[in-house]
C-alpha cells in the first residue's frame, strides 16, 4: 500500500509553484478517517492542507512542494525513485500512514499539515504559523536518515550586483569587466575566514542564478547572481558584515532571506544527527517545539537519482508513533 500511495502522488507534478495540483488532488482522494480538513490560502493559488483529530496538540508536518524538473516516479526491490520520493512526497505518506494508525488505535488531539512553499521560502509555514493555535509540538518530516536531529545550520540568502562599462571586446582597455570584477570578489570571499562551531561545523556557501546579458564580443557591464550561505551560531551575524567588507563602490549587495541556525527539540533513545540544510521549522514557532525526523537521505534528495527505501519509511512510521507517545506522556 505505501508503494501504490507514494506513485500516487509522485505522478503529480508539484514542482515549486505547481504543488496546488497535488493539495487538489489531495483534498479529494485522501479520505481521513475522524479527521475535519481545513484548506488554508497561502495566496498566488497556493494551499495549505490541515487536517486534524480533535484539537491537535501535536502535528506532523511536511511540505506538498519538490525542487524542479519532475521526474517520474518508478518501484522496484523495495525502492520508489523519482521527484519527491524522499523530498518530500515520501515524507508525506509516512505522516499520512501514522496518522491513520494513530486514528484506528484510538488517539486524538493530533493533527496532519501539509504546506506549499517550503522550497521558496517556507510561504505556507509562515501562513500556518498565525493561523494554527493550541499545538504544543510539531514534527518535520524531511530526509534525515531515520535520524532525529538535535541542531540545523541557518540560511542566508543574498542578491549580488555587479556593474562595470561595456566596450567592444576587442580593445578591453577602454571599458570595465563586470564579470573579472566578479572573479575578484569572489576570490576575496573564497578567502575570508568565516569562525567554525563547535556542533555545525564550517560555514559553506554557493553561487546561483548568475546572469549576464552582454553579448560574447562585448565586455559586461552588469554581473547579477545569488549567493546561498548554510550558516552557523558562530557565523550568522557575521556574515553580512563579512560581504560589506569585501565589496566596493561597484557592487551592491542585498539580503533577501534569512533563517538563523536552528536547535531541535530532541527525545532520548533515538540515533541522532545535525544537518546543514533548512526546513519550515523555523518558521513555525507558534507551534510549540520543533523536531525534525524523517525516511530518506538528505544525500539524493535534489538530484536526478532520488529514491526512498520502502523499509525506512516502515521504520519512520514506528519511530514516529514511539515519538508521539513520548510527547504526548509530557502534555
Known amino acids: 500500500m505505501i508503494t501504490r500511495e507514494l506513485e500516487q502522488i509522485m505522478k503529480i507534478d508539484s514542482t515549486s509553484g505547481k504543488e496546488a495540483e497535488l493539495a487538489r488532488f489531495m483534498a479529494e482522494h485522501f479520505m481521513a478517517p475522524g479527521a475535519d480538513l481545513e484548506i488554508q490560502d497561502v495566496g498566488d493559488g ?12 501535536i502535528i506532523f508536518c511536511s511540505h506538498l512542494d519538490t525542487v524542479p524538473p519532475y521526474i517520474a516516479p518508478a518501484s522496484g526491490d523495495g525502492q520508489v525513485s523519482g521527484r519527491g520520493a524522499c523530498d518530500a512526497k515520501g515524507q508525506i ?4 500512514n501514522v496518522c491513520r494508525e494513530l486514528y484506528n488505535e484510538g488517539e486524538n488531539n493530533f493533527g496532519l499539515l501539509l504546506v506549499s512553499g517550503e522550497e521558496t521560502g517556507s510561504t505556507g509555514a509562515r501562513v500556518a504559523n498565525n493561523l494554527i493555535k493550541g499545538c504544543r509540538y510539531v514534527i518535520i518530516g524531511e530526509p534525515t536518515e531515520n535520524k532525529l536531529i538535535k541542531a540545523g545550520k541557518g540560511i542566508q540568502l543574498y542578491d549580488v550586483q555587479i556593474r562595470g562599462t561595456s566596450c567592444h571586446s576587442g580593445y578591453p582597455q577602454f571599458g570595465d569587466d563586470a564579470v573579472e570584477r566578479m572573479r575578484q570578489f569572489l576570490n576575496r570571499l573564497a578567502a575570508a575566514d568565516f569562525p567554525s562551531d563547535p556542533v555545525l561545523g564550517s560555514t559553506t556557501y554557493n553561487i546561483g542564478q548568475l546572469q549576464s ?3 560574447y564580443n562585448v565586455l559586461p557591464d552588469l554581473v547579477r547572481f545569488k549567493i546561498y550561505f ?3 551560531h558562530a557565523s550568522y551575524q557575521l556574515t553580512e558584515d563579512i560581504l560589506k567588507g569585501l565589496s566596493d563602490e561597484k557592487t551592491t549587495i542585498t539580503k ?3 533563517d538563523k541556525p536552528f536547535l531541535y527539540h530532541y527525545i532520548d533513545g533515538f540515533e541522532c544527527d545535525i544537518v546543514a540544510f533548512g526546513c519550515d521549522g523555523p518558521c ?3 507551534l510549540g ?4 525526523y524523517g525516511p530518506g537521505s538528505i544525500k539524493v534528495a535534489h538530484t536526478e537519482d532520488e529514491y526512498i527505501n520502502v523499509s525506512e519509511i516502515d521504520k519512520a512510521i514506528t519511530d514516529l508513533k514511539k515519538i508521539y507517545h513520548t510527547l504526548k506522556k509530557g502534555i
Open 93 to 96: 505518506i509516512t505522516a499520512w
Open 46 to 57: 497556493a494551499i495549505n492542507l490541515f487536517y486534524k483529530w480533535g484539537k491537535p496538540e
Open 230 to 232: 548554510r550558516t552557523t
Open 284 to 286: 513555525l514557532t507558534n
Open 256 to 258: 533577501i532571506r534569512e
Open 289 to 292: 517545539k520543533c523536531l525534525l
Open 213 to 215: 546579458e552582454n553579448a
